[in-house]
Every structure is written in C-alpha cells, then in structure tokens.
C-alpha cells in the first residue's frame, strides 16, 4: 500500500450547512502537508470523513487507494489525532493505549514505547481526567503513533503545548515525514506550519482555496517591501516616489516603499544625500499571504486562485 | 447601569439555561404528552362491575351504603322521646382470625386487620328510621364496642360522644324534622350529643333498639402476595330500660339487602334474633351500616399516566444539575454568581415552577381525557359519581399530584448535585419512587405501609381522590395523600439542603 | 480473528475504570441482601392453607434490585463513549460498527451472567440462613425446578444487559437510556398494578420485560404467572434483540458524533 491520502470531490452536509464542498487533494508520503484555514472552513470534518467517523454526502476519502471502513487493522495503516480530550477521565493513560492496542493486535510494549516517545513516561498510571490540556494532547499523538503507521493525521497538535512541546512537536513533524511517512497536519494559524510544512492545502467555507508547496505560495503572494527610518521624512518621500516606486507613510519618521528592490532604494537615498537610521527589507509571511488568499476565498470563487497551483 | 448581582436576575439566567436546551423543552413536553397520553390509552384498561353486581345499596344520598343489622322496632308519629339502657355490649365473636402480634402457634392463619373507620367495628343502640328498608335515612346514638359513644346519620354524619364502653343510657329526642342524641351515665344527667335532620324522614318512622357487628378484615400470604378477605361477625347487646312515649308492640327484624342475598345465593338473610328478659332485651346482629364506597378510586385510574411522565422529569431534574458538571460548566456558573446557595435555590425555583406547570396541565388533561372512557367501563353513578374538578377530594388529588412529581424532579435534581452523575442521580430516584411500590404488593400485612412512610414511593398515595384504604392491595392506598406529600417533601428537603452544603463545602 | 481484537479492547476498556468493579459487586450484594432480607421476614404460619408461597422466588427477588447494577453497567458501556467521545479513537480503531457492538455485547453480557450467577448463588445461600425457622425449606440446588429458577435468572440479568446496551445504542446518552431501561422494566408492573380490569393486567404483565422474563422464577403455585417460563425468556429476548438490532442500524447509518 502507498502511503498516501486521496482526497476525491468530498462533500458533506450537515442539516443547512455546507461543511464540506467539493474539496480535492492530496497527501503524498515522504512530507508534512500543511491544512489550513480559518475556524469553520471544514477542516475537521475533512478529517472526519478520512477517518470514516462521517460518512460523506458524495465523493470519497482514500487510503492507500481504501476506503477506511474497509481496512482491519485500521491503527497499523493510519494514526490519527482528532480530538485529545476524547478519553475517559476514569481511565489511566496507560490502559487508554492499551485497548486501543487489543483493539488492533498492537503488541503490549509499543504502549510503553510510544508513552516514552511523547514524553508521559512518568504519568502513564495516573488518570487521563487530571491531565492538563498538554498532557492530554500528548496521549493523544502517543495514540497516533501506537500503530507505528505510515500515514498520519493530526488536527490542530500545537493546540494546549508549552514552547517546548511546540518544538519538540514540530520536530516531531519533521522526523516522521523524514521517515517516508505521509503527514497531514491542521492549523487555522499558518504561523504554525511556516517553518514545518512542505507543502500546504488552504480551504475557506469547504472548498479548496490553494494546493501548492511553501514556497510557491510565499513566492505568489509577497510583494517586495522597504522600511525606512529617516529624519529626512519628506525629502526621503520626494526623491523614491520621483524614481518610480510607491511610497507610503506609516510613522513620523518612517515609510514603507514598494515596487522597487531594497539596495535601489538605498542607492537613491545615498545619492541624495538624504540620512537613514534604517533600511529594512520586508519579505512578506506565510502568514500574510495565507491572510490575503482567505479573504479572497470569501469573496472569489476559488478557481480564481487555482491557477496558482502547482 | 445596576449589575448588582440579584436574585430575580439569577432567576432569569437559570432559566435561560432551562430553556436554551431544545432536549429538555422536548423532556419536558414528552412528560406531559406521556401523562396525558398513557393515561387516555389505558383508560380503557380500568373496568369495574360494582354497579352490576352490587354489593351495596343505595342511601339517601345516592351514594352507595351498607345497611344490615338487627332492628327491634315499631312505629311512631310526631314528636317523641325514646331512652334505652344499653345493659351491656359483649364484643364480637372473632372468627378464628388471628391479633397483629399474636405468635401463638396453630389456629387460623389469617391476621386480623384494624379497619379506623367510625362506622366499623360492633355497636349497640337506637335509631329512628325511614321504614325498615336497607338502604333509607335513619339517625342513630350507638355505644360501640371501642369507639366510644356516637351519633351517626344516613350513613355520613358521624359525631363523637363520651369514650365510655359498658353499661350506657342513650336517648333520642325527635322534634319535627329535627333528631337530638343524648347520652347519660345514670339515666338522670343528660349530656346531648348533636342533633341531626336525617334526609326523608316520614312523619310516621320506625324507631327502636338494634345490634350491628361489621365484617371483620383480615389479611392473609400465599403464593407471594398478601390478600385480603372479610368474614361475618355478630355481636350480643342487652337493653332495658327501655321508655317510649305511647308504646307498643315490639318486632324484630332483620334489615338486609334482600336483593343482593338472592344474587349471592344466600337464601335470605343472615340471622338476628332477640329475646325479652325480665324487664329487658337481649339482642343478637350481625352486619354494618355505614358507607360503602367501592376502594376504586376513578381519579387514581385516570392518572396511570404520571409514572410514564414521571420518569421524563426524573431525568431533566438530574439533568439540569449534572450537566453542569460536565466539560466544568459549573465553574462559569460559580465564577459568574459566586454565592453557591443562591444559584442552588434559583436552579430549584426555576425547575420546580417549569415541572409544576407541565405536570399540571399534564394530570388535568390526562383525568379530562380518561373520564369519558372510564364511564364506558363501569364507574358510573351510583357506585362512582362522576368527578369533577371543582370537588375538593378531585382538585387535592390534582395539585398533590402535580407536587409530588415537582419534588421528585428536585429530588433527582438535589441528588444529582450530589453525586455529580446524571446515570446515579436518575437511578437512585427511579428506584426510591418504583421499586417499594413493586415489593409492596408482595409483602403482606402493614410491611407495605411501613414502605410507604419511608420512601419517594408515598407520593403516588397523592393520586387518590378517596380516603386511605385498608382493603386495598395497593400500597398507595394505604396512607393519606396529605402523609405521601409530606414524605417526598422531606426527601426532597434532605437532598437539597445536603446538595447546599456539599456545594459550599466542596470544591466546583 | 478481528472480533476476538473488537471483545479484547472492549475488556479492556470495561475493566480500566473503576465504576464497572463497583458496580457489580453493588448489584450482587443488592441481590444477596435484598433476597436474605425477604425470606428473612417470611413466616410458615402466616401463610393460608393451601400455602402457595413460593419461597425459592422470594429468595430471588433481589434479582429486581440487582438489575439496576446491570443496567447502568450496560447503558455506560455504550454511551460513555459518547459523553466522553471516545467513541472517535474507538471507530477509528475498529472501522466496523458490527464488530465495536459485538465486543461490547460479548464483555457486558458476559461480565453480567459471571456476576448474575454469582449473585443468584449467593442469594440461595443467604436464602437458606433466612428461611432457617421459617417452616419453608429452603433452595436446594438437587432440585431441577430451583436449578431452572437459578440458571434462568441469570439469563435473565444477562438478556437485560443486552436490552439496556440496545438501548444505549438507540439513544447515546446516558441519562435517556437508563431511563428508557428502568421505565421499561419498572414501569410495566406498576402500571399494570393500577389497572383495575384484570385483562389488561395480564396483557401488560404478560408482555413486559421484566414480569415475563422473571416469570421462570417460579417454582410452584405456575397458574399465578402470567406466562410460561421460556415463553418469558422469549419475550425479554424479543425486547432485548429488538433494541439492538435498530441500535446497530442507526450507529452504522448514523455519524459518530
């Protein structure tokens, strides 16, 4: 089987509201796929309906080419992290993992493997009631991994973690993607998938906004961008704008330029003799540019953007 | 603006929260829907034939009685006075039936069973009557056997003289319509005892001494239920002194129900006899008079439906407290009105008044809605007049009704701050309301009333409309609605001041 | 080989919170103590001649409280995974409703029978303390009637817990269901207690789950049941198949949330 998730013109209603709209990609093995958008675009019952816990009004969720109601040792092909506060309280975190594990004989010591992998070595005999929202999120990627499948998804993993989880986390990511494994990763912040994601899936209201790699991404969304910090506000205004490039005040003492590179901007501020504390080059975010798409998902219809896609 | 915390605004925000959750807005119609609904489907479940075969006759009143005794009498015209002494009254022959606490072995089995009622037990006395049919108006003053001296009227009025027993005089004064008891230690001092105008009394009435001894009740077990049963008694009574204005010849008569003994196959009826003894009589009967109403109770059958409404406001009262603390729902609650027992007493105020409504207009369209199919089915007049909701017996039983299921939603609620867990809180109520109901009935003897003072299952008593019965198998019957209410009050109480200091003691 | 994994997670699952331990041992003490205290206050010579008091029912009565255990026991098994939405990692797990139903049946039902037979044995035993004196003679397990009284009703608690996980099926919370459970089982005889014609008294008596189902207990005085003993096996099993047939239908038609 190739590790991978195909995802097939996904549609899902539930009552009055369109969650999931015709929405197709893919994951491929070998990288983390970032999947983001805002709150509510659809996210999670994507995930919902891969995991085979919904079932979709039309189109179908792959796994290695299978449906995953189909698939018998489900925990060995596929791990996934939905929702960590989904254990019972009364139960120990240890026993949680371990009829997760008869459920798909899983041998007993991957249970004590993976709770030593995600750092809960030391609580694995308390209750999952007492644990804190990190605590719980850790279980729940221990649960994931249990299987030491070569697929893998999680929604929103960062949520609940301390710094440090949020880096051992993304190392995490990486090492598992690293590994050959398909990695399928939700955020409704992109800030977080910037340094981790290889590639990204953006969906707005259900469908799809973007499919492309990091870099493209950044690449068709950044406009260049120059802040200067000068005493000689006016004068600094006069001479850029003269050149050609549009210029904008956005302090007493400080203006953004674009549409000229930054050593041109200074090679012209330095011929006029004009002084400068400052010379910024600005390189817009993923963040920024996930911002730009997302509004324009609201207001485009998506084939617009598409033609960005790879 | 005032953002003083108060309580009508506490009110208002718990019931946001009642409301807010279509679940139980659709509990709460499903309690009434099931009430009014069981009930109008099993209306027609309730059958009675004590109007075909009748074990009563009708009094003056059209209200069923009982009316069989020994009577010496003769006629009399006008105004008159007639004074007895009541020698002495020998208490009835038992038939075999064993005393509650009597663990002599052998003998009969069956436990005789105390019956409160005025008009049970034995009696010597006086009487004038409307001829000698069963069943017609009559005023009497009778020295029972341990109910004390009374004087007692066309099978409903009852007064109470002194306690005495044994030897006692006792006269009947009549003056135009109007009859005065007397009663008297020496014959010479005379203390009245009430005065009575009995319903058709003719200007020419029978009037004499008599002897009545009712049934005795007794329960008995077997095959893992308890029943009940009634044997004859008799009783003998001697009178002397005996002074009538204008005397005649006396006559004895058994007073019967001649229709019913035909019926029953009985050849007649019982026998009575008396006998002159010097200057007295000695004189033996057997029977009851007083009123019989059948123990059926129409208001109780129409309301099968309240189990069924019951169970739905069980869980919306445990419901509206344990969901509180789930996903900590109690901490917004607490951080927002941080005086614990207010928020207990508003949740209760507002659940209570929601549960009091439904179950209302629930028990009230349930009884409207049986009544004409429960009419079809035998409780009909004379056996069972027809209720309605303006008699004080029929409203009690609705607003008892309503109560009681009210408590018990608090109760679950009160339980259900205690024990935090909505599957707990529903079972313990459920099963302190229905399963003393379901070991009572196999329990025999007054184990099962005993069950009824001590749990939740007392408040069905409230559906009665009819006085408590010994003579009824069903628990329920057997205490007072006024006690079943009292019973789940103080459950309820209990649960809701321990839920008050578990909230103030424990951390949210 | 998977449904042997479904039965194994599920054990697992039921045994690693503490409510199920506390449970049992509750509805078998219920059981025992409920019966002892019943044939504790039983009296040869308060019973009329023929005495018809079936003293090896009266000593399972308990069976009526105990049930409660059994019930909550079922109903948890199945709606906890709800409340707790556990039932997400559960399917996840195994994909295949049928399977998640079977394990949980097999547990339950299994767990309640061990603990009903328990229950039951124990009642006789505390049955022939409290009888001691009575005049009646207590269970005797060389008797084939006491031994069908027995085995029955712990089918009975069995088939209870099949019907009342049905029901958890149905309506996934946990407070509809143990209602819907004890209103089913409690409700019937009450309500048939309040009906004055006594035809519909034995149509309601014949038809509820818990008067026919424990209408096997009976080991003389037959003519005052209101069915014959399988016949009464038969109609809870109806209830019970009922339940989990249409709670396996809507959980594999319904999403898991």
Redesign the interface.
Known sequence: MEPTIEVRALRKRYHTTVAVDGLSFTVRPGEVTGFVGPNGAGKSTTM?LI?????PDDGAALIGGQH????????TK?G?L??A????????AR??L???A????IPKRRVGDVIEQVGLGSAARRRAGGFSLGMQQRLGIA?ALLGDPPVLIFDEPVNGLDPDGIVWIRGLLKTLAAEGRAVLVSSHLMGELEDTADHLVVIGRGRLVADTSVAALVAAASKERTEVVTAQREEATAVLARAGATVAVIASDTVTVEGMPADRVSALLTGAGIAFTELRRHRATLEEAYMDLTRGSIEYAPEAVEGSAR | MNARESFPRLLLSEWTKLRSVPRWVITFAGAMALTIGLSALLASANRTDANEHRNFVVGPANDPVSDTFYFVHQPITGDTTFTVRVASLTPPREPNLRRPGDDSPGGDSMTLLEDPSPYAGSAAGIMIKDGTRSGSSYASMLLTADRGVRMQSDYATDREGSASSGTRWLRLVRSGDTITGYESADGTNWTPVGSTTPKNLPATAEIGFYVSSAPALYTSRGGGSSSLGERPTSADATFDNVALDGAAQWRGDQIADQNADEREGKGGPPGGRYTASGSGFVVTGTGAIGPKVPDDDIVEGALIGVIAGLMALISVGALFATSEYRRGMIRTTFVATPRRGRVLAAKAIVLGISAYVVSLAGVVAALLLALPTMKKHGFAPPAFPTPSLSDGPVARALLLTAAFMTLVALFAMAVGMLARRSAAAITTTIVLVLLPLIIGMVLPGTAPRWLMYTTLAGGMATQRAKPPTVTLAEPWAMIGPWAGIAVVTAYTCAALGLAWLRLRRTDA | MTALRAVRAEWTKLRTVSSTGWLLLGGIVATVALGWAITGSLDRRECDAPCLLDPVKLSLAGVRLGQVAVVILAVLAVTAEYATRTIQPTLAAVPRRSLVVLGKLVVVVGLTVAAGALGVAGSYVAAGFGLRGTGFAAPAWSNDLDLRAAAGSTIYLGLVAALAAGLGLLIRDTAGSVTAALALLYGAPVVASFVSDPRWEHRILRFSPMDAGLSIQATRNFAAEHIGPWAGIGVLSAYAGGALLLGLLLFALRDSR
């Open positions: 919902r995991l085979g816990l919904d079932s995953y109601r189909s698939l018998r040792t489900p925990l596929v996934a939905l929702d506060s989904a254990v019972h309280p009364g139960r120990k026993d949680h371990l009829w997760l008869h459920s798909n004989g649960a």
